[in-house]
């Protein structure tokens, strides 16, 4: 299977700078395994939308599948409490 290509909102940027850097660090090699497969176990589609989430401790990556394009959209990360509103 083909590597999909990982494109990260400018958003998501300041979304990290919140979080302590041993989490960011294993959030993003979470977000760089998604380029090889982009539902991994545990991933799940959120209801309503075309958009998935991805658990790496108290911590969500919610990210948008293109297939055709094969493109891997990373919208949105934060807090279990606080990336859903």
């Known amino acids: ?6 494109i990260v ?5 300041r979304d990290l700078r919140g979080i302590p850097r041993k989490e960011v660090a294993r959030i993003l090699m979470r977000m760089e395994a998604l380029t090889m497969e982009p539902r991994p176990s545990g991933a799940e589609k959120l209801s309503g939308q075309e958009r998935y989430r991805l658990r790496q401790g108290v911590y969500r ?5 293109q297939d055709k394009e094969l493109i891997v959209a990373v919208v949105k990360v934060g807090h279990r409490r606080d990336v859903y509103r």
């Open 1 to 6: 299977m083909a590597g999909f290509k990982l």
């Open 9 to 13: 909102k400018q958003s998501v940027a």
């Open 61 to 65: 990556i919610i990210y948008e599948i």
